[in-house]
């Protein structure tokens, strides 16, 4: 085994100090990775001290400012030539870090005043889920997932990282969140093994659910039970679709902030970002957040930083540039408004629609309050033969979830096209 470079082994007893259950559900890699004292450290240093010239950076200036072709400056003539076309630091622009921080602790209030790290900035979610299991899943760690889930949780911790996937059905006999599933999963996961990695997703990916407030307590002291007998978890929660709720009926607030605190054995992570919140798919801004203070999150950021840099090594300037920028418009919360009533109105539509009496004998409908999707349990025919036919006949993209399920992502769909969307499913449902 290759002895640990003095650097890591330096940032490994700041965590443990600062932290012991951090320290114990570091990955193997997590403990070996660290950021080198080498151009970027010493970028930094010039940055403070080099009033003359800074010869240390990979860019090219003029006239003190970011070089350009005058082409494609025309298409962002308003911005700082800095701040499109120049690196951003690799934890983000602290400008926007702050920014995200301060909307995060403003939207959930059972998060004030507790421990909150400053967000990291990732390019797009999927980067964040990345870095997490880098830095925290060995082979062979158990991994509590409903077993309804977004396909790429098994792609990053369990195909690259070979985490073993423990699941429970997502819903119980009411057609509820499986608050008891969960909390048994839970307990027979924690006998096999002192180390747990949990991810929660609300509003749910694929079904649209979102939990109400009895569930999140439910859930909530389910993970504190186990912590309680001295099991230590990781807690990833993903909130990709936060704040896109169509029911007055459900939590509106992230489990982040009541997992924050819960339990020293519990470490959460919040892991979300511009790409839905702020209808910027594109840009691929993402952000991750801890429930660790300033102390216990400084060791962490630098080996953050490290793995970082042997990825994406940032996240792009212009990006997060646009980000930060429209989020202090003065239309801003109201355009936010305006989308988000877009998609509630999508989503109550479909309520009305899917539901009819027309279709009782061909489908179920899983129950779903929130976010993009809904999910259909056909009765008879094949879900991938009713999307091959939906393709074929009509051309319509739907997604196709085991033998029974279908996934419609409505918010790609008009209000005024959603009718015709599910008599055709029913149609191509018949046709089995």
């Not at 085994?1 to 890591?8: F, V, Y």
């Not at 109550?348 to 976010?371: C, I, M, Q």
């Not at 009713?386 to 419609?408: A, C, F, P, T």
Request: proline fraction near 4%.
């Amino acid at each position: 085994m290759i002895a640990l470079n003095p650097l890591a082994v330096e940032l490994n007893e700041k965590i443990q100090s600062n932290n012991a259950v951090v320290f114990d559900l570091l990955s193997a890699y997590g403990r070996r990775c660290y950021h080198p004292k080498g151009i970027l450290s010493q970028n930094a240093e010039a940055i403070l001290k080099a009033y003359r010239f800074n010869a240390t950076r990979a860019v090219a200036l003029e006239n003190d400012s970011a070089m350009y072709l005058q082409s494609s400056r025309e298409y962002t003539p308003e911005l700082d030539p800095n701040l499109v076309y120049g690196y951003a630091p690799a934890l983000g622009q602290m400008d926007l870090r702050k920014r995200w921080k301060n909307k995060m602790i403003a939207e959930n209030p059972t998060l004030n005043g507790k421990p909150c790290s400053t967000p990291i900035v990732t390019s797009g979610m999927t980067h964040g889920f990345s870095i997490i299991a880098d830095l925290f899943v060995n082979g062979g760690d158990l991994m509590v997932l409903p077993d309804k889930f977004w396909g790429n949780y098994l792609s990053i911790y369990g195909r690259k990282h070979e985490a073993e996937i423990v699941t429970y059905p997502f819903f119980d006999s009411r057609w509820q969140f499986n608050t008891r599933g969960l909390a048994e999963t839970l307990i027979q996961a924690g006998e096999r093994c002192r180390k747990l990695i949990v991810i929660l997703n609300f509003p749910h990916n694929p079904t649209g659910y979102a939990i109400n407030s009895a569930e999140a307590w439910q859930t909530t002291q389910a993970i504190k039970q186990l912590a309680e007998q001295g099991n230590q978890l990781l807690v990833m929660v993903d909130d990709a679709y936060f704040g896109m709720w169509y029911d007055d009926n459900v939590l509106r607030e992230s489990l982040f902030g009541w997992l924050t605190d819960l339990h020293p054995n519990v470490i959460p992570v919040k892991i979300d970002g511009a790409t839905k919140e702020e209808y910027s798919w594109g840009l691929r801004v993402g952000f991750l957040t801890f429930g660790l203070n300033e102390d216990e999150m400084k060791p962490l950021e630098e080996k953050i930083t490290a793995l970082i840099r042997v990825s994406t090594s940032g996240t792009s300037q212009l990006s997060q540039t646009m980000v930060y920028q429209t989020m202090n418009t003065p239309e801003y919360t109201e355009e936010k408004q305006e989308k988000y009533e877009t998609l509630k109105s999508r989503a109550l539509k479909v309520k009305d629609v899917v539901r009819s009496p027309t279709y009782e004998d061909l489908w179920e409908v899983y129950p779903f309050h929130a976010g993009y999707f809904m999910c259909l349990r056909l009765k008879r025919g094949n879900a991938e033969a009713v999307r091959q036919h939906l393709l074929n006949e009509y051309g319509i993209g739907v997604v196709s979830q085991g033998d029974s399920e279908l996934r419609v992502a409505y918010s790609c769909v008009d209000e005024s096209d959603i009718q015709f969307l599910f008599d055709a499913i029913a149609e191509a449902t018949q046709a089995q």
